[in-house]
């Protein structure tokens, strides 16, 4: 079946440690995404990938890094610059120009 | 800008009763619109979507939404609640003609609790 993979489900780190969150995606999608959801405050883009070797930032991408080497992978790592990283990242790709967002099935990551 | 604000971050309604969750967003050209389900720890699911076309929109486990752009309303509604339709509901608005970036903008979300 199509989908898209993030893994891992559950991450801890400690404070001042790079992690890295895969996002895997089987649908041919072109564009990727990656959110930030926050109790109470809805999803928030953190970086967009729209064709391969090509991303942009988007609201909230200060302390995050992404790269888009090849189709199916949008990796995300979040630094040690990133302030605030315990939150619950959501991976997301699009078909089309109107099409719906597919989402995975995300990773929750907790600052100890 | 696009923006999204849904009404209420928390309902509660009873089981077998109407189910109304708002939405209304900012647009200076016409919209595309969704609706999302979330289930604790779990991605979102697409409820249902308008682009073009028909306003009233029927979508998956018996919820529809209705555009009224002299409202700049997509409301998400389902006639009779079920204990498995308690959840989190997002509204998403993406502009129909956005050469840019292609995202969707979130509101906040609104948790559905349905009392027995």
């Known amino acids: 079946d199509g989908g898209i993979t993030q893994s891992p489900k559950y991450l801890f780190r400690k404070e001042g440690q790079n992690v890295t969150l895969s996002c895997e995606q089987n649908l041919n999608h072109d564009a990727m995404y990656w959110y930030r959801q926050d109790p109470g405050q809805g999803l928030r883009l953190i970086y967009y990938s729209q064709i391969v070797n090509d991303f942009q930032k988007g609201d909230i991408a200060e302390g995050y890094s992404v790269s888009r080497e090849k189709k199916e992978s949008f990796p995300l790592t979040v630094t040690s610059a990133q302030k605030n990283p315990t939150a619950f990242y959501l991976c997301a790709s699009r078909v089309g120009f109107a099409g719906e967002l597919f989402f995975g099935e995300g990773s929750r990551l907790t600052v100890l | 800008a696009q923006s999204v604000t849904q009404l209420g971050s928390h309902v509660s309604v009873s089981e077998g009763a109407l189910v109304l969750l708002r939405c209304n967003y900012s647009?200076?050209?016409?919209?595309?619109l969704f609706w999302y389900v979330q289930y604790p720890n779990q991605g979102l699911q697409l409820l249902l979507k308008y682009t073009t076309g028909a306003t009233l929109v029927k979508g998956i486990n018996g919820f529809e939404a209705e555009f009224k752009k002299s409202e700049t309303s997509f409301h998400l509604t389902k006639p009779s609640a079920h204990m498995s339709d308690a959840a989190e509901y997002f509204c998403?608005?993406?502009?129909?003609?956005?050469?840019?970036?292609?995202?969707?903008?979130f509101g906040s979300g609104t948790r559905l609790q349905v009392q027995p």
């Open positions: 647009s200076s050209v016409p919209p595309y």
């Open positions: 998403a608005v993406s502009l129909s003609m956005d050469t840019g970036r292609r995202a969707l903008t």
